[in-house]
């Protein structure tokens, strides 16, 4: 008889070269407290019998709201200091996904994105098209202004002067956010929302709102959310070569995660990490940058926070 699937949750809010040194104690702590709190957001949820979509959405929409995170308010800046959003989320029963891109007033893209799978006829809606589309139902808007937070000017300023586009923080984060579930019923999902890369060309787009590269869920595998260099990330179609090399090959997911994060995505240059969830068994976090911002808990476990790689 097959084991009753025991709930569990992981999220992350972007990877990079995080050094213990360049992050003070109080800006450790702010980081800590913003993970610690979308955990709980999550495992609300999912301890009240909620699904792993309503977990995942739930997590994301915290992480979103948090201005230390790229994604939603405080995401970064295009070269024509506008935010342009990305975001997606998928359910693993039955394979249903939704995804938005280039948002610039929704205030929670991964909750349009929930829309789009569960009320269009759509998997993808882009641009003016999704914003309509958030009119019809009545999703949440603000002022563009309000997603923009003097960091992020910063940011770009620096990152103007240097000629470069930047992910992320200057110190090569990738803040994107992301969470996998599982729910009692032994239910996958996974969501991911971000800003992009900071100085980015107005119109380009990252893994995250791709399904299979940022964000894939079937309950037949596995849950995986991705935070790091987009390009490399939707070349090597990261987040579906994961599930399917535990659905085709029976290969464990820890070891499947590791053949593309710590391999195959090196080996073209592309850094970051993934998150992942089974069909049993505890999530796995892995990242080949000097660290991810994460945290992750099962039933009947403690709550782990974690942010450098040691
Ligand atoms: N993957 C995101 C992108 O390329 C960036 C990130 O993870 O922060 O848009």
């Known amino acids: 008889m097959e084991q009753k699937a025991r709930w569990a949750l992981a999220l992350h809010g972007g990877a990079g070269t995080i050094l213990r040194e360049k992050l003070s104690a109080a800006g450790e702590a702010s ?22 979509v309503e977990a995942v959405e739930r997590v994301v929409v915290a992480l979103e709201d948090n201005p230390l995170f790229n994604a939603g308010r405080g995401s970064v800046l295009t070269s024509q200091a506008t935010v342009e959003m990305d975001a997606a989320i998928m359910d693993g029963r039955a394979r249903d996904a939704g995804a938005v891109i280039g948002l610039r007033m929704v205030r929670n893209p991964v909750c349009l ?16 098209g999704a914003e309509a589309f958030a009119r019809r139902v009545s999703a949440e808007t603000v002022d563009p202004e309000w997603f923009i937070t003097d960091h992020r000017r910063k940011q770009l300023e620096d990152a103007r002067e240097a000629a470069m586009v930047t992910l992320d923080h200057n110190d090569g984060k990738y803040g994107t956010v992301g969470a996998v579930a599982r729910d009692s019923a032994g239910n996958l999902a996974a969501g991911t929302s971000t800003g992009g890369m900071t100085n980015k060309h107005p119109g380009r787009v990252g893994d995250t709102p791709l399904i299979g590269a940022g964000t894939y869920a079937d309950n037949r595998s596995c849950a995986v959310s991705a935070t790091g260099h987009g390009e490399m990330f939707i070349r090597l179609t990261v987040a579906r070569d994961i599930a399917a090399m535990v659905e085709y090959q029976g290969l464990d997911l820890a070891e499947a995660v590791r053949r593309k994060v710590l391999i195959e995505l090196p080996e073209i ?42």
């Open 31 to 52: 980081f800590r407290e913003g993970l610690a709190h979308a955990l709980t957001c999550g495992r609300a949820a999912l301890k009240g019998g909620g699904s792993a």
């Open 113 to 128: 994105a929930r829309k789009v799978m569960e009320e269009s006829d759509h998997v993808v809606l882009a641009w003016q």
């Open 269 to 310: 240059g592309g850094s970051g990490g993934v998150i992942a969830l089974g069909r049993t068994g505890r999530p796995v976090l892995t990242f080949n940058t000097r660290g991810m911002y994460r945290a992750c808990q099962s039933e009947g476990g403690q709550a782990e926070i974690g942010i450098f790689a040691d």
